[in-house]
C-alpha cells in the first residue's frame, strides 16, 4: 500500500487505541513513511466571572496539554523502536481539528479508533461521521477489536454509466481508488477479497404497479436487459482492476464479485455481515468541485449499519467545507 506517505493517527489516551496505533505504526514502517500521533482535548471555557483567555483559564489548557502529550509519549514509547513518531496535542471540536491538521500539514490518511457508541447504539459517533464526512484525504477507522491482520476486506463500487460525464469520471476515478486500496490491503493481509456492486432495474417498481399492467414477461425481459448491462460494466471494471494491479496479482487474490439486485443501502451491510467482514472499503463522496458537498444518505445509511472497521474514500479535487480559519 505505497501510496501514503503522511500519516495522522488520531489517539484518545483513554480509550481503545492500540489496534488502531498498532495498524498506523506497521502502515508507515513498511511505506517508509512519516507518523504523527494526536491527541485532541477540550478548548477550556471561562467559568462564572472568570474573562475569557485569563490566567487561570490558560494554565488549565496549558495543565491539559501537559498531562496528555506526556500519556502520548508512554503510548508510543514501544514504538520508537521502529520508526520515528512524531507527537502533538491539538485543541478545540475533534473533528475540525483533525480536519485542519490534515489541511494544514498535507496528511494522505487518517487512522483512529472510532467514538464508543452513542445512545443509538451506532458504530460510529458523531465526530466520526463528521470526518467521514469532511476530511478530505482517507479515514480508516479502525475497530477497537479488530485482530493485526484482515481475513475478509469488502470492497463497495458503484459501476453504473447513467450519469453526467464529470461525475462519471469523479465516480471512475473513485472506483479504482477503492480497489486500489482494497487489493493492496488483501495483499498484505493474505485477506479474502470481496467486490460488490448493487443495482437496481430503475422503473421497475412503476411495471409492477397493478394499475400500470404491464405483462410480466415485458417484466422480465427489461430486468433480464438491465441485469445484462450492469454484468457488463462490472466486468468493465475488474478489466481496468487487472490492468492496473497485474495479472499475477489477480490470479493470488482471486476476489470474490458479488453482483446484486437491490438497494445498497441493505444489500452491503448484509453482504458485510453474511461474509464476517473485517474492513468495508468504500467512497463517501462521488462528486467532486462543490465546497461544502457532503456525503449522500446511501453512504451514511451504510454506515450507520456496518459493524466493522471501515476506510472511507474521497474522490480525487473533493473540496471539504472546513476552512483553516476558526
Same mark, same amino acid.
Given at each position: 500500500?505505497?501510496?501514503?506517505?503522511?500519516?495522522?493517527?488520531?489517539?484518545?489516551?483513554?480509550?481503545?487505541?492500540?489496534?488502531?496505533?498498532?495498524?498506523?505504526?506497521?502502515?508507515?514502517?513498511?511505506?517508509?513513511?512519516?507518523?504523527?500521533?494526536?491527541?485532541?482535548?477540550?478548548?477550556v471555557?471561562?467559568?462564572?466571572?472568570?474573562?475569557?483567555?485569563?490566567?487561570?483559564?490558560?494554565?488549565?489548557?496549558?495543565?491539559?496539554a501537559?498531562a496528555?502529550?506526556?500519556?502520548?509519549?508512554?503510548?508510543?514509547?514501544?514504538?520508537?523502536?521502529?520508526?520515528?513518531?512524531?507527537?502533538?496535542?491539538?485543541?478545540?471540536?475533534?473533528?475540525?481539528?483533525?480536519?485542519?491538521?490534515?489541511?494544514?500539514?498535507?496528511?494522505?490518511?487518517?487512522?483512529?479508533?472510532?467514538?464508543?457508541?452513542?445512545?443509538?447504539?451506532?458504530?460510529?459517533?458523531?465526530?466520526?461521521?463528521?470526518?467521514?464526512?469532511?476530511?478530505?484525504?482517507?479515514?480508516?477507522?479502525?475497530?477497537?477489536?479488530?485482530?493485526?491482520?484482515?481475513?475478509?476486506?469488502?470492497?463497495?463500487?458503484?459501476?453504473?454509466?447513467a450519469?453526467?460525464?464529470?461525475?462519471?469520471?469523479?465516480?471512475?476515478?473513485?472506483?479504482?481508488?477503492?480497489?486500489?486500496?482494497?487489493? %493492496? &490491503? *488483501?495483499?498484505s493481509?493474505? #485477506?479474502? @477479497?470481496?467486490i460488490v456492486?448493487?443495482? !437496481?432495474?430503475? $422503473?421497475?417498481?412503476?411495471?409492477?404497479?397493478?394499475?400500470?399492467?404491464?405483462?410480466?414477461?415485458?417484466?422480465?425481459?427489461?430486468?433480464?436487459?438491465?441485469?445484462?448491462?450492469?454484468?457488463?460494466?462490472?466486468?468493465?471494471?475488474?478489466?481496468?482492476?487487472?490492468?492496473?494491479?497485474?495479472q499475477?496479482?489477480?490470479?493470488?487474490?482471486?476476489?470474490?464479485r458479488?453482483?446484486?439486485?437491490?438497494?445498497?443501502?441493505?444489500?452491503?451491510? %448484509? &453482504? *458485510?455481515?453474511?461474509?464476517? #467482514?473485517? @474492513?468495508?472499503?468504500?467512497?463517501?463522496? !462521488?462528486?467532486? $468541485?462543490?465546497?461544502?458537498?457532503?456525503?449522500?444518505?446511501?453512504?451514511?445509511?451504510?454506515?450507520?449499519?456496518?459493524?466493522?472497521?471501515?476506510?472511507?474514500?474521497?474522490?480525487?479535487?473533493?473540496?471539504?467545507?472546513?476552512?483553516?480559519?476558526?
Open positions: 500500500m505505497n501510496r501514503f506517505k503522511n500519516i495522522l493517527c488520531v489517539v484518545e489516551t483513554a480509550k481503545a487505541w492500540k489496534p488502531a496505533l498498532e495498524r498506523a505504526v506497521t502502515l508507515a514502517e513498511n511505506n517508509q513513511a512519516s507518523l504523527t500521533v494526536v491527541d485532541v482535548v477540550e478548548a471555557t471561562a467559568g462564572i466571572g472568570m474573562p475569557e483567555g485569563g490566567p487561570i483559564t490558560a494554565d488549565l489548557q496549558a495543565a491539559m501537559s496528555h502529550t506526556q500519556e502520548l509519549e508512554v503510548l508510543i514509547e514501544p514504538y520508537r523502536k521502529r520508526i520515528e513518531i512524531q507527537t502533538r496535542v491539538l485543541k478545540g471540536v475533534p473533528f475540525l481539528e483533525i480536519v485542519r491538521e490534515v489541511l494544514s500539514s498535507g496528511y494522505d490518511l487518517v487512522i483512529k479508533a472510532p467514538e464508543t457508541r452513542d445512545w443509538l447504539d451506532r458504530f460510529f459517533g458523531s465526530d466520526d461521521m463528521h470526518l467521514l464526512r469532511k476530511c478530505p484525504c482517507p479515514v480508516w477507522l479502525v475497530k477497537p477489536q479488530a485482530s493485526q491482520s484482515y481475513r475478509r476486506i469488502l470492497a463497495a463500487v458503484d459501476a453504473d454509466d450519469y453526467p460525464l464529470a461525475e462519471l469520471e469523479s465516480r471512475r476515478g473513485l472506483n479504482r481508488q477503492i480497489l486500489e486500496m482494497a487489493s %493492496a &490491503l *488483501a495483499l493481509d493474505f #485477506a479474502e @477479497l470481496h456492486y448493487v443495482w !437496481a432495474a430503475l $422503473g421497475e417498481g412503476f411495471m409492477r404497479n397493478k394499475r400500470v399492467k404491464t405483462p410480466e414477461k415485458q417484466i422480465i425481459a427489461y430486468v433480464n436487459k438491465v441485469r445484462r448491462h450492469r454484468e457488463a460494466s462490472f466486468d468493465e471494471l475488474i478489466r481496468e482492476m487487472t490492468s492496473d494491479l497485474g499475477d496479482a489477480l490470479d493470488y487474490l482471486t476476489p470474490r458479488h453482483l446484486v439486485k437491490g438497494e445498497a443501502r441493505k444489500e452491503i451491510p %448484509a &453482504l *458485510a455481515k453474511r461474509i464476517e #467482514a473485517d @474492513l468495508v472499503v468504500m467512497g463517501t463522496v !462521488a462528486r467532486t $468541485g462543490i465546497p461544502g458537498f457532503i456525503m449522500g444518505n446511501t453512504a451514511e445509511t451504510i454506515l450507520n449499519q456496518i459493524d466493522c472497521s471501515v476506510l472511507a474514500i474521497k474522490p480525487v479535487g473533493f473540496i471539504t467545507p472546513v476552512t483553516l480559519e476558526g
